[in-house]
């Protein structure tokens, strides 16, 4: 079955706490991206790899990092959470067949901070 | 202002009825148009894309591009319960990632 993994699914932590939420998807996307979302402000990307070892920031990059060492792999990483980092997160991986690009959604990740 | 505008609802409907879901955006290259729907407690998925202006159908849905306008529609015939949840419409510029998103519209048919 194509599909997204992310774990934890849930997660409390404090703050300044390293974190790392993982992302696997088992289709063979080049394109990944990590998406927040947020009441009244959907979703808003954080970063995005175009392949392996590529990767640039989206929209809020700020407070986050990624790596893409596998292709299937695409980890985010909060060194230093903050409160204003409470929020759901997903993967997305993206299909590139024609010209425009599907994308499939993890279940989420919802990352509370305190 | 918010590139792409999108009324968070919620919309409550009774069954049968034929429901319209609306975005507006502000940039005009945008090229590609999609609506996404998301039940609770899970990942959006893909419910339909249009490229460029006009009409697209699927089954009991409808989208619509208008670029003149920067408006775009989603129209939902013979609701039903099953289709309860956020829909969230999103644009991009071409063939790329970067997607940006509106902030979704919650939407509840009642039996």
């Known amino acids: 079955e194509a599909q997204v993994t992310q774990n934890p699914r849930y997660l409390i932590t404090v703050t300044g706490k390293k974190l790392t939420v993982t992302c696997s998807q088992n289709m063979n996307h080049e394109y990944m991206s990590w998406y927040r979302q947020d009441p009244g402000l959907g979703l808003r990307q954080i970063y995005y790899?175009?392949?392996?070892?590529?990767?640039d920031k989206g929209d809020v990059p700020e407070g986050y990092k990624v790596s893409r060492k596998e292709k299937r792999n695409f980890p985010l990483i909060l060194e230093s959470p903050s409160p204003n980092q409470t929020s759901l997160y997903f993967c997305?991986?993206?299909?590139?067949?024609?010209?425009?690009?599907?994308?499939?959604f993890g279940p989420g990740t919802r990352l509370t901070v305190l | 202002q918010k590139e792409v505008e999108q009324d968070p609802g919620p919309l409550s409907v009774p069954e049968g009825a034929i429901v319209s879901l609306n975005c507006t955006y502000s940039?005009?290259?945008?090229?590609?148009f999609m609506w996404y729907r998301q039940y609770s407690r899970k990942g959006p998925e893909l419910l339909m894309y249009?490229?460029?202006?006009g009409n697209k159908e699927d089954g009991r849905f409808t989208a619509q591009v208008d670029k003149s306008s920067k408006y775009i529609s989603l129209f939902i015939r013979d609701s039903q319960p099953s289709d309860s949840a956020t829909y969230l419409c999103?644009?991009?510029?071409?063939?790329?990632?970067?997607?940006?998103f509106g902030a979704g519209t919650r939407l509840f048919v009642k039996a």
């Open positions: 790899s175009m392949n392996v070892e590529v990767t």
């Open positions: 999103a644009m991009s510029e071409g063939g790329g990632f970067k997607t940006i």
């Open positions: 249009t490229y460029s202006s």
């Open positions: 940039n005009s290259a945008f090229q590609y």
């Open positions: 997305a991986s993206h299909s590139t067949s024609g010209s425009y690009n599907e994308q499939f």
